[in-house]
């Protein structure tokens, strides 16, 4: 159980251009998605929070207009980089946290869009 | 600020020997603490996870020591195999509705057959 989608696993774009990633929760409903994003050696850094039916709520230092976040459905969460440049190369992680679960502090992730703009 | 520290980089292992990596944490509002492993170009894997009214928690190989005191925690892995091989991060979660969770930069662990 608990199992999360990401799709596509890998993207390259050209700049300027938006790419969308989707976040599914297969076999859970979640109410709360979170963003991340990795750069090369470096540890998961938390772009936003993803609340099904309301806006998400961002991090200090990210760019809301940039990263669009819509979470239309209990199982299904986007990530829009919008005008993508080459320094938003990265890779892009989603998780889910299963309600009810152990006091919900476990999230469980996705397999990661490795996103690379040209 | 880091509020999560794993001040290792890197540690090699023989396989058969145990395996302890550490991570120092600042923010007192943190009640949970969580070990996840990660291959290149794949999520995290949740691991072991500790609440911080206990201070040992035990899941087979694994077994996640916290020291409250010393804002301290620890994951050790016995008997180390080469599948471990991968990288560790050690995330905290603090006390309210949001559970957000602050990664540490990791750990690679290395296990040598």
């Known amino acids: 159980g608990a199992v999360v989608s990401q799709h596509p696993s890998w993207v390259i774009c050209k700049s300027g251009t938006s790419v969308k990633i989707e976040c599914r929760s297969l076999d859970f409903q979640a109410t709360t998605m979170f963003w991340y994003r990795q750069f090369p050696k470096q540890s998961l850094m938390l772009m936003a929070t993803s609340n099904e039916g309301s806006k998400a709520t961002y991090e200090q230092g990210v760019e809301k207009d940039k990263f669009l976040i819509n979470h239309a459905s209990l199982t299904l969460s986007t990530l829009t980089v919008t005008s993508a440049h080459p320094e938003d190369s990265s890779f892009y992680i989603c998780?889910?946290?299963?309600?009810?679960?152990?006091?919900?502090?476990?999230?469980?992730f996705g397999p990661g869009t490795r996103l690379t703009v040209l | 600020d880091q509020q999560v520290k794993q001040n290792s980089p890197s540690l090699s292992v023989q396989e058969g020997r145990i395996s302890i990596l550490n991570c120092d944490y600042t923010?007192?509002?943190?009640?949970?603490f969580l070990w996840y492993k990660k291959y290149p170009a794949e999520g995290p894997t949740f691991l072991i996870s500790i609440s911080s009214i206990k201070d040992k928690n035990e899941d087979g190989r694994f077994t996640v020591f916290l020291n409250k005191s010393a804002k301290h925690l620890s994951l050790h892995i016995v008997p180390s195999q080469p599948g471990d091989s991968a990288v560790y991060f050690c995330?905290?979660?603090?006390?309210?509705?949001?559970?957000?969770?602050?990664f540490g930069s990791g750990t690679q662990l290395t296990v040598l057959p």
């Open positions: 923010n007192s509002m943190f009640d949970y």
């Open positions: 995330a905290a979660s603090p006390l309210g509705s949001a559970r957000q969770l602050t």
């Open positions: 998780s889910a946290r299963p309600p009810g679960l152990a006091g919900g502090h476990e999230q469980f």
